[in-house]
């Protein structure tokens, strides 16, 4: 019984903490102590600013001879790469209206990574999750976008797109960050103390707000139309996807936080810039809003249940 109630405890330890803010940020909305321009604001100042630095610091001062895991980015890059075949391969006999298969597929298989992925991880395993976490969710993200605006020009019928998607990802403050910090760590660089505690304040400023503008944008009026697409994608996204992972890498051997780490971002939910591509792009905005809701609020509990079973059995 004891072991039922670690392995229960653990799981909830991970989701627990994310439920509250994201329910934090959903109800300061609602009684609009927060609104829609702080949460465009918060947004851009994550991604631009306090998110970048905290994954440069991350990296960046730690050696990455003992950091790296490359056989788990690959192993994440080619799992990636099977999963949209699969999913498009699913799309074309499940979802009747081609324009909106490239919606479905994508909240299938792009996981908000950068925000409820890392936040996963840290609450896991804390800076060792986090190191392991920042390097594979930079090269995994490149490669999302560029599966994304394939499969959403395939089925908007639309040609072209990749090069723009290039620049996009060189300018990308993530990458830019994450490249930096590994060209510092590969050189054993240190940052003076000055810049590294100032860094260090922008950081922690990181995961909450994320979150708190995450819950304040949940938009639950959106679950309204196209039920069907949304289960679909939904299903892909927090149990078919985290399950064809994790079988995979526990047979090719993965353990501990490596494995807790692939959990953990597989079963994170759809990104929420896939909704502000499927937009530019003249998708189908609501059915990408209804896959972002249900996958962000069923993420809590199927993370919780995968993380209690790979405990359970000691995989974790």
């Given at each position: 019984?004891?072991?039922?109630?670690?392995?229960?405890?653990f799981?909830?330890?991970?989701?627990?903490?994310?439920?509250?803010?994201?329910?934090?940020?959903?109800?300061?909305?609602?009684?609009?102590?927060?609104?829609?321009?702080?949460?465009?604001?918060?947004?851009?100042?994550?991604?631009?600013?306090?998110?970048?630095?905290?994954?440069?610091l991350?990296i960046?001062?730690?050696?990455?001879?003992?950091?790296?895991?490359?056989?788990?980015?690959?192993?994440?890059?080619?799992a990636?790469?099977?999963?949209?075949?699969?999913?498009?391969?699913?799309?074309?006999f499940?979802?009747?209206?081609?324009?909106?298969?490239?919606?479905?597929?994508?909240?299938?298989?792009?996981?908000?990574?950068?925000?409820i992925?890392?936040?996963?991880?840290?609450?896991?395993?804390?800076?060792?999750?986090?190191?392991?976490?920042?390097?594979?969710?930079?090269?995994?993200?490149i490669l999302?976008n560029?599966?994304?605006?394939?499969t959403?020009?395939?089925s908007?019928?639309?040609?072209?797109?990749?090069?723009?998607?290039?620049?996009?990802?060189?300018?990308?403050?993530?990458?830019?960050?994450?490249?930096?910090?590994?060209?510092?760590a590969?050189?054993?660089?240190?940052?003076?103390?000055?810049?590294?505690?100032?860094?260090?304040?922008?950081?922690?400023?990181?995961?909450?707000?994320?979150?708190?503008?995450?819950?304040?944008?949940?938009?639950?009026?959106?679950?309204?139309?196209?039920?069907?697409?949304?289960?679909?994608?939904?299903?892909c996204?927090?149990?078919?996807?985290?399950?064809?992972?994790i079988?995979?890498?526990?047979?090719?051997g993965?353990?501990?936080?490596?494995?807790?780490?692939?959990?953990l971002?597989?079963?994170?939910?759809?990104?929420?810039?896939?909704?502000?591509?499927?937009?530019?792009?003249?998708?189908?905005?609501?059915?990408?809003?209804?896959i972002?809701?249900?996958?962000?609020?069923?993420?809590?509990?199927?993370?919780?249940?995968?993380m209690?079973?790979?405990?359970?059995?000691?995989?974790?």
């Amino acid at each position: 019984m004891s072991a039922f109630i670690q392995s229960l405890s653990f799981s909830f330890s991970i989701t627990g903490p994310i439920f509250v803010v994201l329910a934090l940020g959903a109800y300061l909305n609602r009684i609009h102590l927060i609104n829609d321009n702080f949460v465009e604001v918060g947004t851009k100042l994550v991604f631009n600013i306090t998110l970048p630095a905290l994954l440069f610091l991350s990296i960046s001062q730690t050696s990455i001879s003992h950091s790296a895991n490359v056989s788990l980015v690959v192993f994440g890059l080619i799992a990636t790469l099977l999963v949209y075949f699969i999913l498009e391969l699913m799309a074309r006999f499940l979802v009747a209206a081609r324009e909106d298969r490239g919606v479905v597929v994508q909240g299938g298989f792009r996981s908000n990574l950068a925000i409820i992925g890392l936040a996963y991880c840290v609450n896991a395993y804390g800076d060792r999750g986090l190191i392991t976490a920042s390097l594979y969710l930079g090269l995994v993200t490149i490669l999302y976008n560029i599966l994304a605006v394939i499969t959403l020009s395939r089925s908007l019928n639309r040609d072209g797109g990749l090069t723009a998607t290039f620049r996009g990802i060189v300018r990308n403050p993530l990458i830019v960050s994450i490249v930096a910090a590994l060209l510092f760590a590969a050189l054993d660089w240190r940052l003076p103390a000055l810049v590294q505690h100032s860094g260090e304040y922008f950081a922690q400023l990181t995961l909450p707000l994320a979150l708190l503008c995450t819950g304040a944008s949940l938009n639950f009026k959106a679950l309204r139309a196209d039920y069907r697409g949304a289960l679909i994608s939904t299903v892909c996204k927090l149990l078919l996807v985290p399950m064809l992972l994790i079988t995979a890498g526990i047979a090719l051997g993965f353990r501990g936080v490596e494995l807790g780490v692939l959990a953990l971002m597989s079963s994170a939910p759809t990104a929420a810039a896939s909704y502000v591509m499927v937009r530019a792009m003249g998708g189908n905005g609501t059915l990408a809003a209804n896959i972002i809701v249900l996958t962000t609020l069923g993420s809590l509990l199927t993370t919780s249940l995968i993380m209690f079973l790979l405990r359970s059995f000691g995989l974790v």
